[in-house]
C-alpha cells in the first residue's frame, strides 16, 4: 500500500512501471512530499510548467504512485507510437485553439464519472512570459470538484501536494490565492508572472 495514495484511488497496477519510477526517482535524487486527498473526484493544478523536464518528472511521478489518472496535452504529441504511449498512461490530446470545447468536454467527462483524476498545467505552455489562464477553474466550477494545488520544485528536486481548494466561482480570487501559494515554487526555469506578483 502506497502511504501517498489514499485506498479509494484506482490503480494502474503496473508493477514493472513503478519499479522504473522509483528506481528513476532515487536515481536522480527526487522525492514527493504530501499526499493525494481522499476525494472520488479532483483537478490537480500543477505548476509553474517551465520546461519539457516536466514531464519526465510528472510521468516518473504517476509511475510511482500507481495511480489512474488522466492529464491533458497538446494535440500535436498525439502522433504514431508516441501518441498512443500518452494514451495509454492517461494522455488526453487537447487542440488549444478550441478553449470553450475543452471545458465543456471535461465537465462532461467529470459528470459521467464515479471516479476521475485530472491533472492539468493552467498556464497551457512552457513561455516564460504568460500566466495561468482560467479553464482549469471553469473546469472545477462547471464539475463541482476541488483543485488540488501541486508543483516540481527543481531548486529542492521536490514533488509536492499542497492545499486541496474548493473554488469559489469567483476566478479573480481564486486565481489570486492559487497564484500566491505558487509565486515561490522554482520550476526549472523563473517565470515572468512569478517575479511580477503582487498579491492583492
Known amino acids: 500500500m502506497n502511504p501517498l495514495v489514499p485506498a ?6 503496473a508493477p514493472v512501471a513503478n519499479f522504473i519510477g522509483r528506481t528513476l526517482m532515487r536515481l536522480s535524487g527526487w522525492r514527493i512530499e504530501g499526499s493525494l486527498p481522499d476525494v472520488p473526484k479532483v483537478i490537480i493544478a500543477v505548476a509553474p510548467h517551465t520546461s519539457n523536464w516536466d514531464f519526465v518528472v510528472g510521468v516518473m511521478t504517476l509511475f510511482v504512485l500507481d495511480v489512474k489518472l488522466s492529464f491533458l496535452g497538446k494535440h500535436t504529441l498525439f502522433k504514431g507510437w508516441f501518441g498512443k504511449w500518452m494514451r495509454s498512461i492517461g494522455g488526453i490530446p487537447v487542440d488549444r485553439s478550441q478553449p470553450n470545447g475543452v471545458v ?3 465537465v462532461a467527462a467529470f459528470n459521467r464519472a464515479d471516479k476521475l483524476v485530472l491533472a492539468v498545467a493552467p498556464e497551457g505552455t512552457r513561455q516564460l512570459d504568460r500566466g495561468f489562464k482560467t479553464g482549469f477553474l471553469h473546469m472545477a466550477y462547471g464539475a463541482k470538484v476541488p483543485v488540488l494545488l501541486a508543483y516540481f520544485d527543481f531548486s529542492r ?29 522554482r520550476g526549472k526555469y523563473r517565470k515572468v508572472w512569478q517575479e511580477s506578483f503582487v498579491a492583492k
Open 8 to 13: 479509494s484511488y484506482v490503480r494502474r497496477n
Open 104 to 106: 465543456g468536454e471535461t
Open 157 to 185: 528536486k521536490v514533488i509536492g501536494f499542497g492545499p486541496l481548494i474548493q473554488p469559489s466561482g469567483d476566478a479573480e480570487k481564486d486565481l489570486q490565492e492559487i497564484l500566491a501559494y505558487f509565486q515561490p515554487i
